[in-house]
């Protein structure tokens, strides 16, 4: 009889705990905040408010659906969420270094809670696993010096009590989620976020001082389960 092996995710539990969580503010209630602009190419649907400061540009909407949410292009509510969003950044980016992850692939892993940081850019090449163990107020930070990437089809699992509201991606630059990217996590990022084709981010996706950009079919909802956060920085939706 030919037995088929089962493929268990390498466990790695990080030695320091995440002692203060990361508060979002008033752009919780966002699922895209820019700041120079944010333009749309394709029938991505944002579930949330949309809105950029200090530009005042919001183009591809139509194709693009907002529901549940409204357009704040400019505004005050815009300008409080950009700075709440850049507080938010800088307590991630505050917490003491965890286990160091530097040239390492997180596909394939399976991470408890804590800090994680790389040295340079962050890769997730297929599944990456965040088991809370049962502790459902459990937080990941993931702290990445340069970019983060992600490739066709990639996917963060959260299991065991994990919840998508306490998973931060601090990026020192510029974060590309890959075609069919199922992502979880707030993901904070100084320069531009690419959304490609048929990638979903369940959750808010905020941008500060950046371009955000949809390009063809994507799904970003406001369940408190994403955030994304962008500095000086351009968002693409391919």
């Known amino acids: 009889m030919l037995l088929a092996k089962q493929f268990i995710p ?3 539990a990080a030695a320091i705990n995440v002692n203060a969580q990361v508060d979002l503010g008033t752009a919780l209630s ?3 905040l820019g700041s120079s602009t944010v333009t749309n190419t394709g029938p991505t649907t944002i579930e949330g408010d949309v809105g950029v400061s200090p530009g005042t540009a919001i183009t591809g909407f139509p194709p693009g659906i907002v529901t549940d949410g409204t357009t704040h ?5 815009a300008a409080q969420a950009q700075s709440d969003a850049l507080t938010a950044y ?7 270094a965890g286990v160091d992850l530097t040239d390492q692939d997180l596909g394939d892993l399976r991470l408890t809670p804590g800090v994680y940081t790389f040295a340079s850019s962050a890769q997730l090449t297929g599944s990456l696993t965040l088991d809370a163990q049962g502790n459902t107020d459990s937080f990941w930070i993931f702290q990445i010096d340069s970019t983060l990437t992600t490739a066709t089809d990639s ?10 509201c306490n998973v931060f991606w601090q990026v020192g630059s510029s974060a590309t989620l890959g075609s069919g990217t199922a992502f979880s996590g707030n993901i904070l990022a100084l320069e531009s976020i690419t959304l490609v084709s048929e990638s979903t981010v369940d959750v808010v996706v905020l941008f500060v001082e950046s371009i955000v950009f949809f390009i063809f ?3 970003i909802v406001n369940y408190d389960i994403i955030i994304v956060f962008f500095f000086h920085a351009s968002i693409i939706f391919l």
């Open 155 to 164: 996917s963060v699992i959260l299991v065991n009590g994990a919840s998508s």
């Open 30 to 32: 966002f699922g895209v």
């Open 90 to 96: 800088n307590q991630a980016a505050g917490q003491s």
């Open 217 to 219: 079919h994507n799904h």
């Open 10 to 12: 390498l466990l790695i």
């Open 73 to 77: 292009a400019g505004d005050a509510v």
